[in-house]
C-alpha cells in the first residue's frame, strides 16, 4: 500500500458521510431524472434562457417550483418582508440609439452599410465636409496630407499601404508591412488624422460589396463588447471622432462622386510611387446617440437549514442562463452549457431534502444557488457575492460548482467516459482537496483529471465560472466541468448529445463531497493561495 493510499484510508475512518443513508440519498440522483429536468430546460420554448428574456425567466419560474416542491426553504426577503425564491437584480446596457451618415440625400446605417471601432458618441446631428486623402499615410517619403487642410473634416482613405512593382511595402521597403499596413494599421491612420485634427475617419475596407459583406459579417459579431450588459449604471469611455469602415459604393457617396471615379483614382495611386493629387470631396452629416437600458434579471436559491451548525452554510451553484436566440433564430438550448449543471443542483437538492425529511439533515446548511448572467460576465454569481450576498460571506464555508458535465471532450474521446475535470480544489484549502479525492475513491471512482487546474493551461477555466466570484472573496471552491466541446455556443448543445450516466457520476460525486463539507465536525481550513 503507498504512502498515498494510508494517508487516504485514515481520512475516510469515522467520516460521516460514510453511512449506509447517505449511499441511499445518493442515489436518489439518477439519470433519468436529470434527463427530465433537462429536457424542459433545455427544450425550444425555453428561447435559449438569454439573460433578461422572457426564456430566462421561465425557466426561473421552473427552478423556483423544483426547489418549492422538494421543501427547499425561500431566504430572499422582498419589500414587504415576504421571502422568496428568486433574488432579482437589474442590469444596464449602452446601446446605440440613431446612428447613421446622411450624404447624397441617402442615409447609411450601422451594421448594414458600415461598422465602426471604437465608441463614437455624437448626440446631435453635426453636418461636415469629406475628403479625401488616399491611404491616409504621413511619412517623410509618402505624405497624404502634404499640403492639406483637414480640420474639422471626414477624411477617406484606403485600407492597408501602397505597393511596388515587387509587392513590397512602398513605406518599409520590404515584404514586412509598415505600420499603415496589416489588421492594425487602421489605428496608426485614426491616429494621425486626430492629430490633424479630422472630425470623422472613414476607411474603404473592401473592393467590392461581396467582400464588404463579409467585412460586416466578420466585425459585427464583435460588436457586442460596445453594449454589454453590466451590474452599475454609468458613463461609458466614448469619443467624438470615430473609424468608420465602409464599401467602395458608400465612400463614393460620401465624397459626392460615382463608383467608377473612386476606382479609377484608387487605381492611379496603385500605379504610382507617391500620392496623388485627388478633389475628391462631398458633405455629409452624421449622428451617433448612445442610450442606456435596463434588463431585470435574478438568481433562483433554495436552502435547507442545518442542525447544530447551521450558521455555516455550504453554496452549490450552476448557471441556468445561456446565450439565447442567434441571429438566423436558431434557438440554443444550452443542454450542456449549462443546462447540465442546473438541473445537477436540483437533483442535489433533492437528496439533502430526502435526507433531512427523514431526520439526517446536514449539520451545515447548504444553500442551493441558480444563477443568471454567467455567460454575460459572471453577473448573477458577481450581484450575490459582491452586492448583495443572502447568506453572510464570512459565514459560506465553501463553494461547489457545476458548469458543463455529461459531454465526453475531444481529449477523452475514444478514451474515457469516467471522468470529470476538477479545478480550484486545492487553491484555497488543503483539506478540501483531500475530501474532495477521498469522496470520489470511496463512493464515485471517477478519473480526477487536473489538466485545467494548472494555473499555466491558455484556457484559464479557473476564472470562467461562477465559483470564481467566491474564490476572490477567500471562500475555498471546486469548479467540476467534463471540458469542452463542437457544440459549445451553438444550436447543436442539445439534450439528445448529453451522456446522463455520466452526468449522473458527476453529481454524484458533488453531493458525497457536499455530505462531508456539511457534516464534518470543523469548518474547513483556508490554508493555502494558489490563484
Do not use: C
Request: aromatic share 10%; charged share 25%.
Amino acid at each position: 500500500m503507498t504512502y498515498k493510499q494510508l494517508l487516504l484510508g485514515a481520512t475516510l475512518v469515522g467520516l460521516p458521510f460514510l453511512s449506509f443513508g447517505q449511499k441511499k440519498y445518493a442515489a436518489s440522483i439518477t439519470a433519468a431524472d436529470l434527463e427530465k429536468h433537462l429536457r424542459i430546460l433545455a427544450a425550444d420554448d425555453m428561447e435559449g434562457r438569454e439573460t433578461g428574456q422572457a426564456g430566462q425567466r421561465k425557466a426561473a419560474e421552473y427552478i423556483s417550483k423544483q426547489f418549492a416542491a422538494e421543501g427547499l426553504k425561500p431566504i430572499v426577503k422582498t419589500e414587504d418582508g415576504k421571502l422568496v425564491y428568486q433574488q432579482p437584480f437589474t442590469l444596464y446596457k449602452k446601446n446605440w440609439g440613431d446612428f447613421y451618415v446622411s450624404a447624397g440625400g441617402k442615409r447609411f446605417e450601422y451594421l448594414k452599410d458600415f461598422v465602426v471601432n471604437g465608441l463614437l458618441y455624437q448626440p446631435t446631428e453635426i453636418a461636415l465636409e469629406s475628403v479625401f486623402v488616399g491611404y491616409g499615410i504621413g511619412e517623410t517619403n509618402y505624405d497624404d496630407y502634404a499640403g492639406r487642410d483637414v480640420k474639422g473634416k471626414a477624411v477617406v482613405m484606403l485600407e492597408g499601404e501602397p505597393k511596388t512593382t515587387g509587392d513590397k511595402s512602398l513605406i518599409s521597403g520590404t515584404s514586412e508591412t509598415s505600420k499603415w499596413g496589416g489588421p492594425n494599421g487602421w489605428r496608426a491612420k485614426s491616429l494621425l488624422a486626430k492629430e490633424k485634427g479630422a472630425a470623422q475617419v472613414f476607411i474603404i475596407s473592401a473592393e467590392s460589396p461581396e467582400a464588404f459583406k463579409q467585412v460586416l459579417a466578420q466585425r459585427g459579431a464583435l460588436q457586442g463588447r460596445f453594449n454589454r450588459l453590466t451590474l452599475k449604471p454609468g458613463a461609458e469611455n466614448v469619443g467624438s471622432m470615430g473609424v468608420f469602415l465602409v464599401s467602395s459604393e458608400t465612400a463614393a457617396a460620401l465624397l459626392n462622386t460615382s463608383a467608377a471615379t473612386l476606382t479609377q483614382t484608387t487605381a492611379q495611386l496603385a500605379q504610382s510611387t507617391a500620392p496623388v493629387s485627388s478633389s475628391l470631396a462631398g458633405h455629409i452629416s452624421v449622428k451617433a446617440d448612445r442610450v442606456e437600458e435596463k434588463a431585470q434579471s435574478s438568481n433562483v436559491l433554495g436552502f435547507i437549514e442545518g442542525t447544530d451548525k447551521k450558521d455555516e452554510v455550504l453554496i452549490v451553484s450552476a448557471h441556468y442562463d445561456h446565450i439565447g436566440i442567434s441571429a438566423d433564430g436558431q434557438v440554443n438550448n444550452g443542454a450542456n452549457d449549462d443546462g447540465s449543471g442546473t438541473v445537477s443542483v436540483i437533483e442535489i437538492a433533492q437528496a439533502f431534502a430526502k435526507a433531512k425529511a427523514e431526520g439526517k439533515g446536514p449539520r451545515r446548511s447548504i444553500l442551493f444557488l441558480t444563477v443568471s448572467g454567467e455567460e454575460k460576465g459572471l453577473l448573477g454569481s458577481q450581484y450575490y457575492a459582491d452586492m448583495s450576498p443572502v447568506i453572510p460571506l464570512d459565514k459560506t464555508v465553501a463553494d461547489l460548482n457545476i458548469d458543463m458535465v455529461g459531454r465526453v471532450d475531444d481529449l477523452h474521446k475514444g478514451k474515457s467516459d469516467n471522468y470529470i475535470y476538477v479545478i480550484g480544489s486545492d487553491k484555497l484549502s488543503s483539506e478540501l482537496h483531500t475530501i474532495s479525492e477521498a469522496a470520489n475513491e470511496k463512493n464515485v471512482k471517477m478519473e480526477l483529471d487536473y489538466k485545467y487546474n494548472d494555473p499555466k493551461d491558455p484556457e484559464r477555466i479557473y476564472y470562467r465560472s461562477d465559483h470564481y466570484n467566491f474564490a476572490k472573496h477567500q471562500i475555498p471552491i471546486i469548479f467540476y466541468f467534463n471540458g469542452l466541446h463542437g457544440d459549445y455556443h451553438k444550436p447543436t448543445d442539445d439534450v439528445e448529445k448529453i451522456d446522463f450516466n455520466l452526468a449522473e457520476r458527476s453529481a454524484r460525486l458533488v453531493f458525497y463531497t457536499a455530505w462531508e463539507i456539511a457534516n464534518r465536525d470543523e469548518r474547513l481550513v483556508v490554508d493555502s493561495n494558489k490563484q
